[in-house]
């Protein structure tokens, strides 16, 4: 397992209170996982465990891939090292989308 990294979306699942007044959010993330399929599988369990439902994922690739052609942004740096067995997905900041309702106000 290495860690992978990897932008996921998603919108609040039904009878869950974390996103409510939400339409959904994004969020960096990373995992130790076998390969992207794995990455996939590991982040959607993780994020329903958040409260969300994965819709979209991007980006998704191994850490080290981004180390060899560009510089590794500090989030990622500081999500990876808290990668380990017991914690195998990390998440960065949760950014929601607004309710449809405060987009009419």
């Not at 994922?57 to 060899?68: A, K, M, S």
Request: charged share 30%; proline share 6%; with cysteine.
């Amino acid at each position: 397992m290495k860690p992978w990294r990897g932008l996921v979306e998603g919108i609040p699942l039904p009878g869950r209170d974390e996103f409510a007044d939400c339409r959904g959010a994004f969020v960096n993330v990373v995992a130790l996982a076998r390969d992207k399929d794995d990455f996939v599988q590991l982040v959607s369990d993780a994020l329903a465990d958040e409260g969300l439902r994965a819709t979209e994922f991007e980006d998704i690739e191994p850490v080290h891939t981004r180390r060899l052609f560009r510089s590794r942004p500090a989030w990622m740096i500081a999500l990876a090292n808290q990668l380990n067995t017991d914690t195998p997905v990390v998440f960065d900041t949760f950014h929601v989308f607004e309710s449809e309702e405060d987009d009419d106000g």
